[in-house]
């Protein structure tokens, strides 16, 4: 029987601007288009897994106003339960997105706000809720001593845990230790080990270097090159990506792998079959614009998952 997922993480409001460049300081421009939308990695991870048809429950804090209603909107239409998320004097943090359209470049500024004010006596009040999950999910856009302390909890109660290291940053190997399966991309296994990671075999050797560190399974995400699975001892396997149309934007993509990998693992998956889940989802979600909006639903996943990798729908 599936286990219900606590995803211990942010929730920020994604604001975006469209300008053909971007501009310099004291410059004003006229942009082109604007958007507002949910965002945050803790958040995106929780909608995608519901999505992808598991019991969810979000572990965070927002601001008592309009960018803390959109975020409850987002999780109650995703089907997250958001009884664990408490409301901080801070207001929600939010992140300005300028989008030069014609370099495809952008610059971002994330100003975390309420989830940053999440600490482990807050999670220690979600122990019960955590230690009768099946998985923690959790990333790096919260404080590290709450992320530390979350992972402690499921890591004595048998419960996996999942950690998503981003942003990128130095982490001990008493944290390395607590993760039952470490997910970072190229840049932050780079980070973590002090390697170059730019191909298959430099993947392997950060994610043996993280596992001598600590972690247990390490999985690196390759962008259109798969994910790379490099689980205890055993040889390192490639899952290859699925191509379910044209890239629209890659933005969330990490975040529906995790997603999509943490709800298969909840239900018993394989290593394997898990990782093959979260790349059908991360697949899917790389053909939509923005992050939480663009994550499948379960019906997508498995017919995405019924064509050969590689192949479209």
């Given amino acids: 029987m599936a286990k219900k997922i606590v995803v211990l ?103 975390p706000g309420a989830c940053f004010t999440l600490q482990p006596e807050h999670v220690e009040l979600a122990g019960e809720a955590i230690r009768s999950a099946g998985v923690l999910l959790t990333q ?14 499921a890591r004595e109660a048998g419960v996996w845990t999942i950690l998503n290291p981003a942003p990128a940053q130095p982490l001990s ?38 596992q001598l560190r600590g972690a247990s399974c390490v999985m690196v995400t390759l962008g259109a090159q798969g994910v790379l699975v490099c689980d205890g001892s055993a040889e390192a396997v490639l899952v290859d990506t699925f191509h379910a149309g044209a890239v629209v934007e890659t933005t969330g993509a990490g975040d529906a792998f995790c997603g999509g990998f943490a709800a298969a693992l909840s239900e018993g998956a394989t290593v394997l079959e898990a990782a093959r889940f979260g790349c059908a989802t991360a697949g899917i979600s790389v053909t939509r614009a923005g992050t939480a909006p663009s994550m499948p639903k379960r019906a997508e996943i498995e017919a995405l998952l019924d064509q050969r990798p590689g192949s479209e729908m």
């Avoid at 408490?86 to 030069?100: M, N």
């Avoid at 790096?140 to 909890?153: A, D, K, M, S």
């Fill in 9 to 111: 993480g942010s929730y920020v409001a994604d604001v975006a601007f469209r300008a053909p460049r971007l501009p310099a300081w004291g410059e004003t421009l006229l942009g082109s288009g604007f958007a507002l939308g949910p965002g945050g990695k803790g958040s995106n991870q929780a909608v995608a897994a519901a999505r992808a048809g598991a019991a969810v429950q979000m572990l965070s804090r927002l601001g008592d106003d309009a960018f803390g209603r959109l975020a409850r909107e987002t999780w109650e239409s995703a089907g997250v339960d958001a009884s664990l998320v408490s409301t901080a004097a801070t207001p929600t943090g939010a992140a300005a997105i300028l989008i030069d359209e014609v370099r495809g470049e952008n610059a971002i500024i994330v100003t």
């Fill in 173 to 210: 190997d008493r944290l390395l230790e607590l993760a039952d399966f470490l997910i970072p991309n190229e840049s932050e296994a780079a980070l973590l080990t002090g390697l170059c990671v730019e191909n298959r075999e430099q993947a392997e050797a950060a994610a043996r270097a993280l």
């Fill in 140 to 153: 790096l856009e919260l404080p590290l001593q709450t992320v530390e302390h979350g992972l402690r909890l």
